[in-house]
T-cell receptor, first 113, second 120 residues
Framework: RKEVEQDPGPFNVPEGATVAFNCTYSNSASQSFFWYRQDCRKEPKLLMSVYSSGNEDGRFTAQLNRASQYISLLIRDSKLSDSATYLCVVKPVANTGFQKLVFGTGTRLLVSP | DAGVIQSPRHEVTEMGQEVTLRCKPISGHDYLFWYRQTMMRGLELLIYFNNNVPIDDSGMPEDRFSAKMPNASFSTLKIQPSEPRDSAVYFC??????????????????FGDGTRLSIL
């Protein structure tokens, strides 16, 4: 089983739609979670961190469900510019020191006019 | 502000040749990461450094791959000899040190533009 699993999509939605992605992780001790965005042929960029109580940044809402070990990203009022691949990222907890981030393979979103 | 700088942007070479990828992290960042991205496997961490010291190289595929960080502003990833299955996009990323008193990652990783490597 992969450490971080995502539906690859693509999710095809019209402008203005609401779309949600889920991501599951296998390490129950993981403590840090993020969503990164990657445009076609570009580098990944941090979209938002995911906090235990859930958090919102404009049209984007991220939530964490520790019991079920999944993270979600909700995008409201989709824009054409939201078309990208969304990477779910998990950092396994470490007793000491820093540990690597584990990236999902990404969910592709296509927003059409 | 200058971001993470990678070179070359594109590299096409024949199998068996040595390939050297270069990275200049953001000034002041303590951590440097090398990733490889393919359609099949996504983004995979190859190795990372903390203060120029390699910390975890468990992701390096085999002995043909090596990475160095001779100083805080420069790192290389070398493949020798290269093989067609090494074709991928290679990203370098850097991040600042973690804030003290936390056990979680609160610093984002900043990625370079990547090197698109094709081994014929």
């Amino acid at each position: 089983r992969k450490e971080v699993e995502q539906d690859p999509g693509p999710f095809n939605v019209p402008e203005g739609a609401t779309v949600a992605f889920n991501c599951t992780y296998s390490n129950s001790a993981s403590q840090s979670f993020f969503w990164y965005r990657q445009d076609c042929r570009k580098e990944p960029k941090l979209l938002m961190s995911v906090y235990s109580s859930g958090n919102e940044d404009g049209r984007f809402t991220a939530q964490l469900n520790r019991a079920s070990q999944y993270i979600s990203l909700l995008i409201r009022d989709s824009k054409l510019s939201d078309s990208a691949t969304y990477l779910c990222v998990v950092k396994p907890v470490a007793n000491t020191g820093f540990q690597k981030l584990v990236f999902g393979t990404g969910t592709r979103l296509l927003v059409s006019p | 502000d200058a971001g993470v700088i990678q070179s070359p942007r594109h590299e096409v070479t024949e199998m068996g040749q040595e390939v050297t990828l270069r990275c200049k992290p953001i000034s002041g960042h303590d951590y440097l990461f090398w990733y490889r991205q393919t359609m099949m496997r996504g983004l995979e961490l190859l190795i990372y450094f903390n203060n120029n010291v390699p910390i975890d190289d468990s992701g390096m595929p085999e002995d043909r791959f090596s990475a160095k960080m001779p100083n805080a502003s420069f790192s290389t990833l070398k493949i020798q000899p290269s093989e067609p299955r090494d074709s991928a996009v290679y990203f370098c990323a850097s991040s600042p040190r973690e804030e003290t008193g936390t056990h979680y990652s609160n610093q984002p990783q900043h990625f370079g533009d990547g090197t698109r490597l094709s081994i014929l």
